[in-house]
């Protein structure tokens, strides 16, 4: 063998691979003629158009949104929380300003009673009204304690000036009481009570002009509805303050029975309500009844002092069972007449004979009581 025709391994193999990379495979060639025609791929159905931006875009603004919505929710709920606390916040000092104010109220009543309590010597009218001064000052310091919200803080002050006007008031009282034995004119001695029960009625006017209704108008601008502001009535007497009233009150507290000339009340008249029709004692009385029947009896001081505590009756004798009722005059000056009504009539018999009597209780002292009781003739009727 030449040398030519020995293959040299090395060079053997790379023949090999051209020859091979020349060759084409006729397989591939022939499916590719006589295959028939090219497979057609299978298409997708088309997906919907999304937003510029893509699908991250979409769930933002969808977040975005849904966290919009949120937020007016949660403004919404603490807008409500902060409208509910300020109500119960003023909700809660009106009420507050309720206890203070009926513990006074109270007191006044009690001194009312005090000053017209038939008998009373001047000294333990005095300890009473020391005694009343004590309770008001504690009241005082309740009222002190109070904590209004913001608008009110104004007439929070004026509260409590209120509830001072009314220790002062009472102290003035009291020690004027303690004057009233050494001075020896009752007319000095009035206008000295007067001038110290002034502050009393000065108490009203200041919770009632100055507390009362600008709270009620500080309400309504904070738009706080369905709260009463209380009334507070210190002064029952509307004479109170009056040095003509405070006389008599000296005159009957210094002076006996006997001194002070003479004593007793009468009954002027009965007139049944509506229509004013005056009842006759010595004619038959028609009466129309209603639930809006009313009797009203006119009681008169025909004695010389003032009188106190005067118990007024009214009696309506029928069958099966008489109508008993009581009425009390706080007080009543010489020549003064007041009339005292009685209502509530719900068990009358009609068509029968009935007795209307009233009668005003005798005062100590008093001697002529001829004109304390009167009885009148009446028939009721529903006509």
């Known amino acids: 063998m030449s040398e030519r025709d020995r293959t040299d391994p090395s060079t053997r193999g790379s023949r090999d691979i051209e020859f091979d990379f020349f060759d084409e495979s006729p397989s591939a060639e022939a499916q590719r003629r006589e295959g028939g025609p090219p497979r057609r791929r299978r298409r997708l159905p088309s997906r919907p158009p999304t937003p510029p931006g893509g699908p991250q875009l979409y769930r933002l603004a969808l977040l975005i949104a849904g966290a919009i919505i949120l937020a007016v929710i949660l403004i919404l709920l603490v807008n409500s ?164 009233q405070w006389e008599l009150v000296v005159q009957r507290l210094t002076q006996t029975p006997q001194s002070g000339g003479l004593r007793g009340n009468g009954i002027v008249g009965v007139a049944a309500q509506p229509g004013n029709q005056q009842l006759s004692q010595g004619d038959d009385n028609v009466v129309r009844a209603s639930d809006a029947l009313t009797f009203q009896v006119t009681v008169q001081n025909s004695g010389d002092s003032q009188e106190t505590q005067v118990r007024v009756r009214l009696t309506i004798q029928q069958s099966p069972e008489p109508i008993r009722k009581e009425q009390v005059i706080d007080s009543i000056n010489p020549g003064q007449t007041q009339t005292v009504s009685f209502s509530d009539f719900g068990n009358l018999s009609f068509e029968t004979d009935a007795t209307l009597q009233v009668q005003v209780e005798p005062v100590p002292g008093e001697t002529n009581t001829n004109n304390n009781t009167a009885e009148y003739p009446v028939t009721f009727t529903l006509g």
């Open 81 to 244: 929380c902060r409208a509910n606390q300020k109500e119960a916040e003023y909700r809660d000092y009106v009420e507050d300003v309720g206890e203070v104010t009926a513990q006074s109220t109270a007191l006044g009543r009690q001194l009312n009673q005090r000053l017209n309590t038939p008998g009373i010597r001047l000294e333990d009218l005095r300890g009473a009204v020391e005694g009343l001064s004590r309770q008001q000052e504690q009241v005082l310091a309740r009222t002190e304690d109070l904590s209004p919200p913001g608008p009110l803080v104004a007439q929070q002050e004026e509260l409590i000036q209120t509830m001072q006007l009314r220790v002062n008031g009472l102290d003035g009282l009291a020690a004027a009481f303690a004057r009233v034995a050494e001075i020896q004119s009752t007319q000095r001695a009035g206008q000295l009570l007067a001038e110290q029960a002034n502050r009393l009625v000065a108490s009203d006017v200041v919770y009632d002009d100055l507390f009362k209704e600008p709270t009620i108008d500080v309400l309504e601008q904070q738009d706080v509805s369905d709260i009463v502001v209380p009334d507070s009535n210190f002064v029952h007497n509307p004479d109170i303050g009056s040095p003509t």
